[in-house]
């Protein structure tokens, strides 16, 4: 393991040793997590309207707060992408991820919070690396560079502070720009923001041809798309021709079964997934 590595397996430590209590404390940590959240929301609209100062347990929770869908929510979520702060959670929300799902409307608006995107989508991000580089102390990450391909914010729907887009997007721009340093991550902001999804994996493709890349994360559908394109231009059959010290793929989002990675064999089989 080069420095760099073994420096951020160091600092990232303390995530094993908290991602190692969640096998033998999982309900008791789930009941903390729940009164803090409510905690933290007694006082928007949701909260009072569920009398959220009045909850002690998971029993009070689940006996004052029905269960709801998309639908129940979208007069709330519709407030606050108007600017309306304090509605499902305290404060302004100003980032909302988009999804295509399968239930009423066609694009759904889902709020991310500040709290949100720090506790839950960027730390899922570090604890993947923190997972990885404790169990693989012979990693390059840190020397080599690492591709996140992430989507776009879409102009339609955002407006002034309010940013709209896929929640990858949302996690790309958020990202700590010393994390961002540490991983070598690419491509800039600037290249992934394009709109034009061809023109950008284009441009995509040409920059990590010359670049010793060594992880890279993201949907497979979009991954396994860019590496074969920049594969096909570089006129190579496998993708540790071009990367020999690639090792990681970490995706989220879908199962990875239905898609063969035969034509992007790795060097060494180092996969880690998330969902």
């Known amino acids: 393991m080069n420095l760099l590595s073994t420096l951020a397996r160091l600092f990232l430590s303390y995530r094993v040793r908290a991602i190692k209590r969640y096998e033998k404390e999982g ?39 029905p269960i709801g869908n998309y639908a129940s929510h979208k007069p709330y979520i519709t407030k606050m992408m108007d600017g309306t702060p304090d509605v499902l ?18 694009v759904k608006f889902i709020p991310v919070s500040r709290h949100g995107l720090s506790h839950c989508h960027l730390r899922g991000g570090r604890d993947v690396t923190a997972t990885y580089l404790d169990q693989n102390r012979n990693s390059h990450i840190g020397r080599g560079y690492s591709m996140i391909l992430s989507g776009t914010f879409n102009p339609k729907y955002s407006n002034g502070r309010i940013k709209v887009g896929d929640v990858s997007a949302i996690m790309a721009a958020a990202a700590p720009s010393f994390y961002r340093k540490i991983l070598r991550l690419v491509p800039p902001i600037e290249i992934s923001q394009i709109e034009d999804i061809h023109a950008k994996y284009d441009i995509i493709t040409d920059y990590i041809r010359g670049k010793d890349l060594v992880t890279f994360s993201g949907l497979p559908t979009w991954n396994i798309m860019v590496l074969e394109m920049a594969m096909q ?14 090792e990681l793929f970490a995706h989220g989002g879908m199962s990875l079964v239905p898609y063969s990675l035969l034509r992007i064999t790795m060097p060494r089989r180092a996969f880690f997934f998330f969902f």
Request: proline share 1%; no cysteine; charged share 25%.
């Open 233 to 246: 231009k570089a006129g190579v059959k496998s993708a540790e021709e071009l990367w020999p010290n690639m």
């Open 89 to 106: 959670w305290k404060g302004l929300v100003t980032r909302f991820a988009t999804s295509s799902g399968t239930t009423s409307d066609v």
């Open 27 to 65: 309900d008791a940590i789930q009941r903390r997590t729940l009164m803090m959240l409510v905690k933290k929301a007694g006082n928007t609209e949701w909260g009072r309207e569920h009398g959220y100062s009045t909850i002690r347990n998971y029993e009070d929770f689940a006996a004052r707060v």
